[in-house]
């Protein structure tokens, strides 16, 4: 949205003088209060909900969260490649952290090792280079994923294009 010239406002001065009466009613007031506080609630009960983090403006969420569920498959994909290439070291499993926010607890895996440490930050490049992210992200992204694995950058570009199985395939036929 387009922002106004200073001192312009979308709506005429009677508007400010209507909203500032209805405030002055009792009835309105308590329905407002309630209104805010069931919000309140709400947002404390599922915060997810009212969250665009990781959705890009134009997309819905739907389509966001489909999209980075098949940009994660791929992620995955491209790292069990890396390790049938030689490319990663097989990691073990990794010990779990909760994290506890207020009411809710959330459980993270951490990695215990350095390999498994790289593993892990090479599969979210991955993700953000193959999910639905703006083309500054996917080159940053990409960068990185070049620069610690040394993929040719045949290879890159075709991960940028969003085939990830030339990627896959370039892998397997430099192995």
Known sequence: MARLPRGKTKHPPSHSEAMKAKWQDPEYRA??????????????????????TGIPNGMRK???????AVAETQADKVIQTLKVAGMLPETTGASTAATTTGANQSSIAVPNTDEGMAEAALR?????????????AKLSALAIIMKYTR???????????????GVLDELAGSS
């Open 31 to 52: 329905k407002m209060a309630e209104r805010d506080s069931e919000m309140k609630e709400l947002r404390k009960a599922d915060p997810e909900r009212f969250t665009r």
């Open 62 to 68: 739907e389509e966001a969260q489909r999209l980075w």
């Open 124 to 136: 979210e490049l991955f993700k953000v280079a193959l999910g639905p992210t703006g083309t500054r």
């Open 151 to 165: 993929l040719p950058p045949m290879a890159v570009l075709q991960l940028a294009t969003g085939t990830a199985e």
